[in-house]
């Protein structure tokens, strides 16, 4: 973890059917750290890195309102990582 940032990971639903094109939609935005197409109850898997003024809500609003594609989320919000190297994005 980068002092002072806060990493969570966030379980998405999509729309349509192509989610590599959903997801690549989904890294472009500020703030996101990788995006995995995955198995089960969500199609994707966004991980992303906040601080100080660009929080969970700058996130949600002002990044994530602009990909119509997302049908449904759920943010998991990481305490604690082990193992985990988080490259600097923002």
């Known amino acids: 973890m980068i ?3 806060l990493t969570a990971m966030v379980g998405m639903k999509v729309k349509s059917a192509d989610l590599v094109s959903a997801g690549e939609r989904i890294a472009a935005l500020k703030g996101v750290i990788s995006v995995r197409v995955v198995t089960g109850r969500y ?3 966004v ?6 003024g660009f929080g969970l809500l700058e ?8 990909v119509d594609d997302v049908q449904d ?3 998991f919000v990481v305490y604690k ?4 190297l988080v490259p600097y994005v923002l």
């Open 3 to 5: 002092e002072g940032h």
């Open 43 to 45: 199609d994707l898997l």
């Open 47 to 52: 991980e992303i890195l906040l601080k100080k």
């Open 59 to 66: 996130f949600f609003t002002g990044e994530l309102a602009s």
């Open 73 to 75: 989320f759920e943010t």
């Open 81 to 84: 990582s082990f193992g985990h």
